[in-house]
């Protein structure tokens, strides 16, 4: 390589990292500790010659004219996102993405932004619960996760850039799961002391109504001046 370009690694105050390869052919963006990042092509039967017809001359002519072979034992399985690969597969797949400028890339700043998306959408779940409900937090949280893992496929597929979409979702996940948790309880513990208090003088609808909804016991009234 020509120069190794150096970043941050990603997290506030984190040691730097190396953000890229220059090759002859551009640069080559890599994880920050050198490793690259593989957009695998999946297994094509088309890409792989057996040596024992390549031995017996059993090729076509011009099968193998301007192509890089690559020897590789069998038996030799790695495992990969799109199942077991052999070595050689794996090997050709990542001179392949060198060569045509394909291999995935993950930006710096991604686990600053995934974590800020993470703070900004749970406390807007939480206003949310908190001034309109359970019923429109909920929605809010199906919404933003099917959007993020959209947005995210999106990247991956189009740009091949990486995106974790996973973490900040189970994250808003878990901050309604939370919040509807506290919700029930306090629900319930609403509905036993009501129930204590007005047992034997509300119908059982007007007591659920009320734990569900305790500013009905608010007393309302007329104030006058009277003479």
Request: glycine letters at 10%.
């Amino acid at each position: 390589p020509d120069a190794l370009p150096i970043c941050d690694s990603g997290l506030f105050g984190a040691r730097p990292g190396i953000a890229a390869v220059e090759t002859p052919q551009g640069e080559v963006p890599t994880a920050p500790d050198g490793s690259l990042w593989i957009g695998y092509a999946g297994d094509d039967e088309g890409r792989s010659v057996s040596a024992a017809a390549l031995d017996n001359g059993a090729l076509p002519h011009g099968r193998l004219g301007h192509a890089i072979v690559i020897l590789g034992p069998p038996g030799e399985d790695i495992a990969t996102p799109s199942g077991p690969r052999s070595a050689a597969a794996v090997y050709a797949e990542g001179l392949e993405n060198i060569l045509m400028g394909t291999p995935l890339r993950r930006p710096a700043s991604a686990i600053e932004a995934e974590l800020v998306c993470l703070a900004l959408f749970g406390l807007a779940a939480i206003v949310l619960f908190v001034r309109f409900g359970l019923a429109w937090s909920g929605l809010f949280t199906v919404v933003i996760v099917a959007g993020a893992l959209l947005i995210s496929w999106h990247l991956y597929a189009a740009d091949h850039v990486l995106f974790d979409a996973l973490g900040p979702s189970l994250g808003l996940l878990l901050v309604f799961l939370t919040a509807a948790s506290l919700r029930a309880w306090s629900v319930t513990r609403a509905r036993a002391k009501v129930r204590s208090a007005f047992a034997e003088s509300l119908p059982v609808a007007v007591i659920e109504q009320i734990a569900r909804r305790p500013e009905l016991l608010k007393l309302e009234g007329v104030s006058r001046t009277i003479t």
